[in-house]
C-alpha cells in the first residue's frame, strides 16, 4: 500500500521541479521573514533570485543546533505567534531547550507524512496501535499519534514508561502495532515472561520503532523476538519530527518526504555535497514549512543516499540507516545529550572538580548512564552522610537539566585519565 | 576534650586501604584507632594517629584526599554500662549521634564521638562533668 502515490511514486524529474519550486518560496520566505538567515544570505553575497532551481541550494548557508539555541526560544520562526498552533522543544546544551513551532499547515503535513510512513510499514485502519512515545514537548508521541490517527488506526495513547501497564493493556487491548523507541521494544519484549505474560497472549504484527540510531541487528533482533515487521521511523524535532523518512517492507533503506524534506549528503570536514552513495553529514531543507523553516540545517547524523527505485515502487530517494554522528551527541533512551551539558551542570554547581567521565550501558535493554567524578578535598568531611548527599544533589541537578536519571560516583581525585588531546569523556558501551 | 582524627577518602579498590596503611608505616606514623564507614561504592577511613600533622602530609604528597577533623573525646569507666550512661546523657538533650567507635589505650577506655550539635554537647560534657581525653593522653 502506497499512501500517496503521486508522490511517493513521482517521476524523479517532477519531483526536482517541485522541489525548484517550494526551495524558491522557501527562500523568499525565510529571506523576508527571518532576520538571521537574511543576514546570513546577505553576508555570503547571495540573494532570494539567485535560487532558480534545486541545484542552487548549494549556494545557501547551513543551519546548526547551536544556531537554534542562539536563537532560543522563537527567534528563528517565520511566522508571528498568531499562526503557531503549537510548540515543541528538545533539552539543550546550556540548560536551553531547542524549541520549534508549528503552523496549522505545517500540523497537516505531519499527519500527511507519519501517515506515509506508517502505511509504507503496512499499518492501516484495521490496526490497533500503541504509541508508547513520550507525549508532551518531546515530538515522539504527538508526531506519530496523529499520522496514526489519519491512516484510521485505533490509537492507544499510553505513551513512556510503566512497563506492567504497557504489557496489560498490549494484550487486553490486543495491539497490533507498538510505537516507541528500538531499545524499550527490546525492554518490553524481555519483560514478557517475569510480568506473566507470552507471545501468545499478545496479537502485535508490527513495530514503528526510532527517536534514537539503531542498527540491522537489533532490527532483525526485534522481529525475532516478538515475532513481527519492525520498521524505522526517521525524525528529528528541528525537521518536524518523527516522520521524515521510513523504511518499506523491503528495509533496503528510509524513504525520505522529499517533497517536504530535501536531503544532502556533505563530507564532515569540508561540508562540501559527496557523490550519492558516499557517507558524509545528512542536511534538510524544510521544503514547506511554515513555522520554522530551515535552510540546510545538519543534523550531524552519518548516513549514504540512494536515489534508485526501490522494489516497493516509490522512487523516492532512500537514506541509509544512521550508522553514527560526526558530533558526540549521545542519544540516551532517545533524548540528546552532549557531554558539555554534563561539564556545563558540574560547573554551576561547583561542588566537585570538572573531571568526569561518563559510562553508558544498556541494563535490560534500557540505557543507564553513570557519572565518576572527582571529589574535590574541601568537600571531604568525617561522614558518609555528607558524600552521599553531594552526589544526590549532583544527581538532581544532572535530572533537571537533561531529563535523564544519572547514577553519581564519587572518585578519588586525579584518577580520571587526562589527555593531551581531546578529551575523552565518554564510554559508551552499548556499541556491539 | 577532642582530638584530631584523619579522614581519608577511599574507594572501593582491592588492596586500596592497605595502600594507606604502608603509606603511614613508611612514614613510621603509629595507628591508635582505626575505624572505616562504607557505602557500595566507597568508605571513609578514619584514624586517630600519633602525628597527625605528618600523616596528613605524607597522604597528600601520595595523592590521597584526606582532611583532618576535631572529634570529641571521652574516657569511659571500665564498667559495664558506662557508655550507655553518657549516650542517655545526649539524648536527654536532644543530642544526635552520628557516629561513634571506642578503643582502648593502656589502662583507658576512650569514646570517641560525633554529634550533629557540636557546642550542645560540649555543654553537656562540662556540665556532668565527664571526663575527657587530650592528644597528650595518647603519648
Same mark, same amino acid.
Not at chain 1, 349 to 365: I, K, P, Q, W
Given at each position: 500500500m502506497i499512501w500517496n502515490k503521486d508522490i511517493e511514486c513521482m517521476d524523479r524529474q517532477k519531483m526536482r521541479a517541485l522541489q525548484s519550486e517550494r526551495l524558491k518560496q522557501l527562500v523568499d520566505r525565510v529571506y523576508n521573514n527571518v532576520a538571521f538567515y537574511r543576514k546570513r544570505m546577505d553576508e555570503m553575497g547571495v540573494e532570494p533570485s539567485d535560487i532558480q532551481s534545486i541545484d542552487d541550494i548549494v549556494k545557501l548557508p547551513f543551519t546548526y543546533k547551536t544556531d537554534l539555541r542562539d536563537n532560543y526560544p522563537f527567534g528563528l520562526f517565520a511566522v508571528p505567534m498568531k499562526d503557531i498552533v503549537r510548540v515543541h522543544a528538545s533539552s539543550g546544551t546550556t540548560g536551553?531547550? *531547542?524549541?520549534?513551532?508549528?503552523?496549522?499547515?505545517?500540523?497537516?503535513?505531519?499527519?500527511?507524512?507519519?501517515?506515509?510512513?506508517?502505511t509504507m510499514a503496512g499499518i492501516g485502519s484495521d490496526d490497533i496501535m500503541q504509541i508508547s512515545y513520550g507525549y508532551g514537548l518531546f515530538t515522539g508521541g504527538l508526531g506519530v499519534h496523529y499520522g496514526a490517527e489519519t491512516v484510521g488506526c485505533s490509537v492507544v495513547p499510553i505513551s513512556g514508561g510503566n512497563t506492567r501497564r504497557q504489557l496489560q493493556l498490549m494484550s487486553d487491548f490486543s495491539s497490533t502495532v507498538l510505537a516507541c523507541t528500538p531499545s524499550y521494544a527490546l525492554h518490553l519484549a524481555d519483560a514478557l515472561a517475569e510480568n506473566g505474560y507470552s507471545l501468545a497472549d499478545m496479537k502485535l504484527k508490527a513495530g514503528v520503532f526510532g527517536a534514537e540510531p539503531w542498527t540491522e541487528n537489533m532490527r532483525l533482533e526485534l522481529e525475532k523476538k516478538w515475532g513481527i515487521r519492525a520498521h524505522d521511523?526517521?525524525?528529528?524535532?528541528?525537521?518536524?519530527?518523527?516522520?521524515?523518512?521510513?523504511?518499506?517492507?523491503?528495509?533496503?533503506?528510509?524513504?525520505?518526504?522529499?517533497?517536504?524534506?530535501?536531503?544532502? $549528503?556533505?563530507?564532515?570536514d569540508t561540508k562540501q555535497p559527496v557523490a550519492d552513495g558516499e557517507e558524509g553529514e545528512l542536511v534538510f531543507t524544510t521544503l514547506t514549512k511554515e513555522g520554522i523553516p530551515l535552510l540546510r540545517y545538519n543534523t550531524r547524523d552519518l548516513s549514504t543516499l540512494n536515489p534508485e527505485t526501490c522494489e516497493c515502487g516509490r522512487t523516492s530517494v532512500r537514506m541509509k540507516k544512521i550508522t553514527g554522528r560526526s558530533d558526540d551527541m549521545l542519544i540516551i533512551r532517545g533524548v540528546?545529550?552532549?557531554?558539555?551539558?554534563?561539564?556545563?551542570?558540574?560547573?554551576?554547581?561547583?561542588?566537585?572538580?570538572?573531571?568526569?567521565?561518563?559510562?553508558?550501558?544498556?541494563?535490560?535493554?534500557?540505557? *543507564?548512564?553513570?557519572?565518576?567524578?572527582?571529589?574535590?578535598?574541601?568537600?571531604?568531611?568525617?561522614? $558518609?552522610?555528607?558524600?552521599?548527599?553531594?552526589?544526590?544533589? $549532583?544527581?538532581?541537578?544532572?535530572?533537571?537539566?537533561?531529563?535523564?536519571?544519572?547514577?553519581?560516583?564519587?572518585?578519588?581525585?586525579?584518577?580520571?585519565?587526562r589527555s593531551e588531546g581531546k578529551a575523552v569523556r565518554v564510554v559508551d558501551n552499548r556499541k556491539k | 576534650m577532642t582530638i584530631r582524627q584523619l579522614s581519608v577518602f577511599l574507594e572501593n579498590?582491592?588492596?586500596?586501604?592497605?595502600?594507606?596503611?604502608?603509606?603511614?608505616?613508611?612514614?613510621?606514623?603509629?595507628?591508635?584507632?582505626?575505624?572505616?564507614?562504607?557505602?557500595?561504592?566507597?568508605?571513609?577511613?578514619?584514624?586517630?594517629?600519633?602525628?597527625?600533622?605528618?600523616?596528613?602530609?605524607?597522604?597528600?604528597?601520595?595523592?590521597?584526599?584526606?582532611r583532618v577533623h576535631d572529634i570529641l573525646s571521652l574516657e569511659m569507666d571500665a564498667a559495664p554500662g558506662s557508655m550507655s550512661k553518657i549516650l542517655d546523657l545526649f539524648t536527654a538533650a536532644d543530642i544526635c549521634i552520628e557516629y561513634v567507635y571506642a578503643f582502648s589505650f593502656g589502662s583507658k577506655s576512650i569514646l570517641m564521638v560525633r554529634t550533629d550539635n557540636c557546642e550542645k554537647a560540649v555543654e553537656v560534657i562540662l556540665t556532668n562533668g565527664l571526663k575527657t581525653i587530650r592528644e597528650e593522653d595518647l603519648k
Open positions: 536551553k531547550p *531547542t524549541t520549534v513551532g508549528y503552523t496549522k499547515n505545517d500540523i497537516e503535513n505531519w499527519r500527511e507524512v507519519v501517515a506515509r510512513c506508517l521511523i526517521y525524525g528529528l524535532s528541528e525537521i518536524m519530527g518523527p516522520g521524515v523518512a521510513n523504511d518499506c517492507i523491503c528495509h533496503t533503506g528510509l524513504h525520505v518526504h522529499e517533497d517536504h524534506f530535501f536531503p544532502e $549528503i556533505v563530507h564532515p540528546n545529550l552532549f557531554p558539555s551539558q554534563i561539564e556545563h551542570v558540574l560547573l554551576e554547581l561547583g561542588e566537585t572538580s570538572a573531571h568526569y567521565m561518563l559510562y553508558v550501558d544498556r541494563d535490560n535493554n534500557l540505557d *543507564t548512564l553513570e557519572l565518576k567524578v572527582e571529589l574535590d578535598e574541601t568537600r571531604l568531611t568525617d561522614t $558518609i552522610r555528607d558524600l552521599q548527599n553531594l552526589s544526590r544533589k $549532583i544527581s538532581q541537578a544532572l535530572n533537571s537539566a537533561i531529563g535523564l536519571s544519572v547514577k553519581v560516583t564519587l572518585v578519588e581525585p586525579k584518577t580520571i585519565a | 579498590k582491592t588492596g586500596h586501604l592497605n595502600q594507606i596503611l604502608s603509606v603511614l608505616a613508611r612514614n613510621n606514623i603509629n595507628i591508635v584507632a582505626l575505624t572505616v564507614a562504607d557505602s557500595s561504592d566507597y568508605g571513609i577511613l578514619r584514624a586517630i594517629v600519633s602525628d597527625p600533622e605528618k600523616a596528613l602530609q605524607a597522604l597528600r604528597t601520595e595523592q590521597f584526599t584526606v
